[in-house]
């Protein structure tokens, strides 16, 4: 094996920032935890100046997990951008700061209103400024896709000689193609006479579906870092998904000649980690980690793999701890073989949440003929993060119908004895339901988006429900799984309105915004 490619992971930052998909910091918590096990190189944690969020998910993470990978804060050409990267930063054993600045003729000239020189000696200034405070420094040329050569390959150069040690070769607009990025990457190895001093990387958005087969392309020409997020998500159509970069790298060693640190097993559960929590469905036929990326309908191909599995199959399932539909334990295995399946399928639980996962295993054999996995995987995402939840639902009652559909709640406060009980009614028994809690909790949203999609097959599996409310100008999203949809979708919403409360408690504190 030749190189190692470094994973620069941006779900945090690139990710975030796409309309629709913002995070609370526990959230991002969460996250950073599942990209540290997952092995990822580098976190880009977030933008420190953007909003005291931001610069607080940076600082967290930093304490957190800065002593087992790098995390990095992303900063404009700009001194008060760059100090409050490096604030953010501080607790981190491993950082790096992120700086940026566009240099493409359409950027310079309508965004900037900068020549060449003022850009390139901006670059330098902050750069240096950065390098004062962390060794590990990356300079981007943003939408340098579209920029002039031989002015990229000044910049670049400039940038490496001021102390960058990682330049990022963004495809900012996602207007590049595999062999047009595959010559920007060479022409720079060619022509930039300290190239080797820095780790070239690349950043490419996906507006024409070629993000992926770009990053691949700048590995063929030497690019050694890729920049990507769980799921493809970010701006506009996204950025690169890292699931498929390290699959096609991993898959493909006979091409590339490239390893990973990436522990490929964990790509399946961060996967729906990140969709349950920045509220955004995977794709069935979503590449590594879709519903249905290992289901083989065809009888010729069915046949094949019962012969030999390499015949149709170029990836094991288990590889990308891909969780289908095996059938699991019945409702007589007992808790001893529960625990052992729990484990197998990657999922450590506290006995708390374990006994509560439990009781729900249970309570679905009784309901549902067979138990998949994908069913003990829902039932188990459903219960993590319970315990920090305001209020729970105890029973509900809703009538659908033509006349006047209604919905009856019982909600109970964590720590309080007393249970609320209150009715709506509504344009079915979804909207009464949603609005009964509202009246419960005191709580108004505007529901943003709604979703259902079963977890297995059957007219018995379990609805898998998302919803994405905004509460006090803020996008929240909440998940759950019932065989009962409208119980689902209760439960969803009642998580949303949950991460609501829990987050203006501590604007209410003072330590978010
Ligand atoms: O797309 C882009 O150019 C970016 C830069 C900040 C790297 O996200
Ligand atoms: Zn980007």
Redesign the pocket.
């Known amino acids: 094996m030749s190189d190692t490619i470094t994973i620069f992971d ?1 779900t945090l ?2 990710g975030e920032q796409s309309p629709g998909c913002s995070m609370t910091k526990p959230e991002k918590l969460d996250v950073a935890k599942a990209l540290v096990e997952l092995g990822v190189d580098v976190i880009e944690a977030g933008f420190p100046i953007a909003s005291p969020g931001d610069f607080e998910a940076v600082q967290a993470i930093s304490r957190e997990f800065g002593d087992r990978t790098t995390i990095c804060g ?1 900063a404009r050409c700009r001194k008060e951008d760059i100090d409050r990267a490096r604030d953010a930063l501080v607790d981190a054993e491993n950082k790096r700061i ?1 700086v ?1 600045l ?1 240099t493409s003729s359409i950027h310079r000239e309508f965004k900037l209103k900068m020549d060449k020189d003022e850009i390139v000696n901006t670059a330098i200034e902050m750069v240096k400024r950065a390098v004062d405070y962390c060794s590990n420094i990356e300079f ?1 040329p ?3 896709a579209r920029t002039e050569l031989d002015f990229l390959c000044e910049v670049i150069e400039k940038t490496i000689d001021a102390g960058a040690t990682t330049v ?1 070769i ?4 996602g207007y590049a193609t595999p062999s047009h990025f595959r010559h920007v990457i060479s022409y720079l190895k060619e022509n930039v006479p300290n190239i080797d001093k820095a780790v070239i990387s690349t ?1 490419c ?1 996906n507006d024409l579906g070629l993000a992926v087969a770009n990053s691949l392309a700048a590995i063929e020409a030497g690019a050694r870092q890729v ?1 990507c997020t769980i799921n493809g998500l970010g ?1 506009r159509a996204g ?1 690169a998904a890292l699931e498929e970069i390290v699959m096609a790298l991993k898959t493909r060693t006979d091409h590339y000649g490239c390893d990973v640190n990436i522990n490929t097993s964990k790509l399946f559960p961060t996967s729906r980690l990140v969709s349950g929590i920045a509220g955004m469905i995977v794709q069935r036929n979503k590449a590594i980690v879709g519903q249905n990326a290992f289901a083989h309908e065809a009888g010729i191909h069915q046949h094949g793999i019962l012969q030999e599995r390499t015949t149709y199959e170029i990836m094991r399932p288990n590889d990308v701890g891909y969780v289908g539909t095996n059938l699991v334990l019945g409702k007589h295995s007992g808790r001893h073989a529960f625990r052992d399946r729990v484990t197998s399928l990657g999922y450590e639980l506290d006995d708390e949440t374990f006994q509560r996962v439990f009781d729900d295993f249970i309570a679905l054999a009784d309901k549902k003929k067979e138990v998949y996995d994908a069913d003990i995987v829902a039932l188990i995402e459903n219960r993590m993060g319970d315990a920090l939840e305001k209020w729970e639902l105890i029973r509900f009652q809703a009538i659908a119908g033509t006349t006047m559909p209604t919905a009856t709640v019982k909600l109970k406060a964590k720590d309080e004895e007393e249970v609320i009980c209150d009715a709506a009614t509504g344009d079915g028994p979804v909207d009464a339901i949603f609005r009964a809690i509202e009246r419960v909790t005191g709580i108004t949203a505007r529901l943003e988006d709604y979703q259902v999609r079963s977890v297995s097959s059957g007219k018995d599996a379990q609805g898998e429900v998302l919803v994405s409310v905004t509460a006090n100008g803020q996008i929240y999203h909440g998940k759950s799984v019932s065989t009962d949809i409208v119980e689902a979708s209760a439960q969803a919403y009642l998580k949303a309105l949950n991460k609501a409360i829990a987050n203006s408690k501590t604007n209410d504190n003072g330590q978010e915004s």
């Not at 963004?170 to 607009?173: F, W």
């Open positions: 941006t930052r690139d992303l992120h940026f566009a981007s943003e939408d340098a990022n963004p495809d900012t607009v950043h958005h920049e701006e950025n």
